[in-house]
Protein backbone atom coordinates (compact mmCIF):
# COMPACT_ATOMS: atom_id res chain seq x y z
CA UNK A 1 0.00 0.00 0.00
CA UNK A 2 0.89 3.40 -1.18
CA UNK A 3 2.85 5.92 1.64
CA UNK A 4 1.36 9.25 1.63
CA UNK A 5 1.79 12.15 3.82
CA UNK A 6 0.36 15.49 4.36
CA UNK A 7 3.13 18.25 3.87
CA UNK A 8 0.89 21.49 3.57
CA UNK A 9 -2.36 23.39 3.67
CA UNK A 10 -3.09 26.05 1.52
CA UNK A 11 -5.22 28.93 1.91
CA UNK A 12 -6.95 28.19 -0.83
CA UNK A 13 -8.21 25.40 -0.33
CA UNK A 14 -5.47 23.16 -1.69
CA UNK A 15 -2.99 20.60 0.25
CA UNK A 16 0.48 19.15 -1.06
CA UNK A 17 0.81 15.67 0.12
CA UNK A 18 3.89 13.39 -0.45
CA UNK A 19 3.10 9.93 -2.14
CA UNK A 20 6.05 7.40 -2.15
CA UNK A 21 8.46 10.06 -2.09
CA UNK A 22 6.76 12.40 -4.61
CA UNK A 23 4.67 15.78 -4.53
CA UNK A 24 1.34 16.22 -5.70
CA UNK A 25 -0.45 19.02 -4.75
CA UNK A 26 -4.37 18.46 -4.80
CA UNK A 27 -7.06 21.27 -5.63
CA UNK A 28 -10.48 21.77 -5.00
CA UNK A 29 -13.27 20.32 -7.63
CA UNK A 30 -14.49 23.93 -8.27
CA UNK A 31 -11.03 25.40 -8.87
CA UNK A 32 -10.28 22.28 -11.44
CA UNK A 33 -13.32 23.15 -13.09
CA UNK A 34 -12.30 27.40 -13.62
CA UNK A 35 -8.99 25.70 -14.64
CA UNK A 36 -10.50 23.55 -17.43
CA UNK A 37 -12.65 26.40 -18.57
CA UNK A 38 -9.72 28.71 -18.84
CA UNK A 39 -7.96 26.08 -20.62
CA UNK A 40 -10.75 26.22 -22.91
CA UNK A 41 -10.47 29.42 -23.69
CA UNK A 42 -7.06 29.40 -24.08
CA UNK A 43 -7.34 26.59 -26.67
CA UNK A 44 -9.86 28.79 -28.54
CA UNK A 45 -7.81 31.17 -28.90
CA UNK A 46 -4.85 28.97 -29.57
CA UNK A 47 -7.31 27.90 -32.70
CA UNK A 48 -8.25 31.55 -33.67
CA UNK A 49 -3.99 32.20 -33.40
CA UNK A 50 -3.41 29.26 -35.96
CA UNK A 51 -5.91 30.63 -37.94
CA UNK A 52 -4.65 33.60 -37.97
CA UNK A 53 -1.20 32.61 -38.78
CA UNK A 54 -2.21 30.40 -41.58
CA UNK A 55 -4.08 33.26 -43.03
CA UNK A 56 -1.01 35.10 -42.85
CA UNK A 57 1.31 32.46 -44.37
CA UNK A 58 -0.87 32.31 -47.52
CA UNK A 59 -0.87 35.99 -47.64
CA UNK A 60 2.68 35.63 -47.31
CA UNK A 61 3.17 33.61 -49.66
CA UNK A 62 1.39 35.30 -52.37
CA UNK A 63 3.58 38.25 -51.47
CA UNK A 64 6.43 36.55 -51.83
CA UNK A 65 5.14 35.23 -55.51
CA UNK A 66 4.52 38.90 -56.06
CA UNK A 67 7.66 40.00 -54.96
CA UNK A 68 9.55 36.73 -57.39
CA UNK A 69 7.51 38.05 -60.49
CA UNK A 70 8.36 41.89 -59.58
CA UNK A 71 11.93 40.24 -59.54
CA UNK A 72 11.60 38.89 -62.80
CA UNK A 73 9.87 41.11 -64.50
CA UNK A 74 12.79 43.69 -63.34
CA UNK A 75 15.34 41.48 -64.87
CA UNK A 76 13.29 41.31 -68.28
CA UNK A 77 12.87 45.38 -67.98
CA UNK A 78 16.91 45.13 -67.32
CA UNK A 79 17.52 42.97 -70.76
CA UNK A 80 15.14 44.96 -72.80
CA UNK A 81 16.67 48.18 -71.83
CA UNK A 82 20.31 46.38 -73.12
CA UNK A 83 18.75 45.52 -76.01
CA UNK A 84 16.96 48.92 -76.60
CA UNK A 85 20.02 50.44 -76.25
CA UNK A 86 21.73 47.98 -78.87
CA UNK A 87 18.56 48.77 -81.42
CA UNK A 88 19.07 52.68 -80.54
CA UNK A 89 22.97 52.55 -81.46
CA UNK A 90 21.78 50.34 -84.59
CA UNK A 91 19.38 52.85 -85.69
CA UNK A 92 21.24 55.76 -85.02
CA UNK A 93 24.25 53.94 -87.43
CA UNK A 94 21.65 53.34 -89.84
CA UNK A 95 20.71 56.63 -89.71
CA UNK A 96 24.19 58.18 -90.47
CA UNK A 97 24.26 55.85 -93.62
CA UNK A 98 21.15 56.68 -94.86
CA UNK A 99 22.05 60.81 -94.41
CA UNK A 100 25.48 59.77 -96.11
CA UNK A 101 23.43 57.75 -99.54
CA UNK A 102 21.20 60.93 -99.02
CA UNK A 103 23.78 63.07 -99.58
CA UNK A 104 25.83 61.51 -102.23
CA UNK A 105 22.87 60.54 -104.36
CA UNK A 106 21.91 64.06 -104.10
CA UNK A 107 24.92 65.11 -105.64
CA UNK A 108 24.92 62.59 -108.27
CA UNK A 109 21.42 64.09 -108.96
CA UNK A 110 22.18 67.33 -109.31
CA UNK A 111 25.37 66.49 -111.94
CA UNK A 112 23.03 64.09 -113.83
CA UNK A 113 19.94 67.36 -114.00
CA UNK A 114 23.06 69.39 -114.99
CA UNK A 115 23.95 67.24 -117.76
CA UNK A 116 20.28 66.66 -118.62
CA UNK A 117 19.52 70.83 -118.53
CA UNK A 118 23.17 71.25 -120.51
CA UNK A 119 21.50 68.51 -123.39
CA UNK A 120 18.39 70.49 -123.53
CA UNK A 121 19.61 73.53 -123.99
CA UNK A 122 22.44 72.43 -126.51
CA UNK A 123 21.07 69.91 -128.25
CA UNK A 124 17.29 70.90 -127.97
CA UNK A 125 17.85 74.60 -127.91
CA UNK A 126 15.64 74.99 -125.04
CA UNK A 127 16.04 78.21 -123.46
CA UNK A 128 18.42 78.03 -120.41
CA UNK A 129 16.42 80.34 -118.71
CA UNK A 130 13.09 78.68 -118.57
CA UNK A 131 14.58 74.90 -117.26
CA UNK A 132 17.19 76.63 -115.07
CA UNK A 133 14.88 75.61 -111.56
CA UNK A 134 13.38 72.54 -113.05
CA UNK A 135 14.06 69.23 -111.08
CA UNK A 136 15.55 66.08 -112.39
CA UNK A 137 11.99 64.54 -112.91
CA UNK A 138 11.11 67.81 -114.72
CA UNK A 139 13.76 67.62 -116.83
CA UNK A 140 13.19 64.27 -118.06
CA UNK A 141 9.21 64.96 -118.49
CA UNK A 142 11.08 67.57 -120.94
CA UNK A 143 12.81 65.41 -122.79
CA UNK A 144 10.17 62.89 -123.45
CA UNK A 145 7.99 65.04 -124.70
CA UNK A 146 10.61 66.60 -126.95
CA UNK A 147 11.39 63.44 -128.08
CA UNK A 148 7.39 62.39 -128.42
CA UNK A 149 6.97 65.28 -130.51
CA UNK A 150 9.36 64.20 -132.99
CA UNK A 151 12.39 66.63 -132.13
CA UNK A 152 15.68 65.15 -131.99
CA UNK A 153 18.52 66.64 -130.62
CA UNK A 154 21.22 68.42 -132.86
CA UNK A 155 24.38 66.24 -133.79
CA UNK A 156 27.28 67.04 -131.40
CA UNK A 157 29.75 69.70 -131.99
CA UNK A 158 33.43 68.35 -130.64
CA UNK A 159 35.74 70.97 -133.73
CA UNK A 160 33.28 73.76 -133.29
CA UNK A 161 32.55 73.50 -136.86
CA UNK A 162 29.49 71.74 -136.75
CA UNK A 163 28.18 68.39 -137.88
CA UNK A 164 29.45 65.18 -135.81
CA UNK A 165 28.53 61.62 -135.83
CA UNK A 166 25.48 59.31 -135.02
CA UNK A 167 25.23 57.57 -131.52
CA UNK A 168 25.28 53.96 -131.60
CA UNK A 169 21.80 52.63 -132.51
CA UNK A 170 22.19 50.70 -128.87
CA UNK A 171 21.77 54.17 -127.39
CA UNK A 172 19.12 55.61 -129.68
CA UNK A 173 15.58 56.12 -127.96
CA UNK A 174 17.00 55.87 -124.46
CA UNK A 175 16.11 58.90 -122.28
CA UNK A 176 19.08 60.29 -120.21
CA UNK A 177 18.33 58.81 -116.67
CA UNK A 178 18.88 55.13 -119.02
CA UNK A 179 21.82 56.01 -120.73
CA UNK A 180 23.67 57.25 -117.18
CA UNK A 181 22.15 54.10 -115.75
CA UNK A 182 24.00 52.32 -118.34
CA UNK A 183 26.84 53.70 -118.39
CA UNK A 184 27.03 53.55 -114.48
CA UNK A 185 26.37 49.83 -114.60
CA UNK A 186 29.57 49.51 -117.09
CA UNK A 187 32.04 51.54 -114.71
CA UNK A 188 31.32 48.63 -112.19
Given at each position: ??EYKVL?????????????????KFVLES??????????????????????????????????????????????????????????????????????????????????????????????????????????????????????????????????????????????????????????????
Amino acid sequence: MAEYKVLEAHGDGSITIEVDGKKSKFVLESDLGAVKNGLKEKEGEITKLQVSLADANTKYDGEHQELLKARASNEELKKSTGEGATYKTQVEDLTKQMAGLKESSGKLETRFAERLRKQLAEGFKVDVEKIKDKGLADLETIEQTLALAGYKPLPANYDGKGGGSSPPASLVGKSPLELFKSGYEQTK
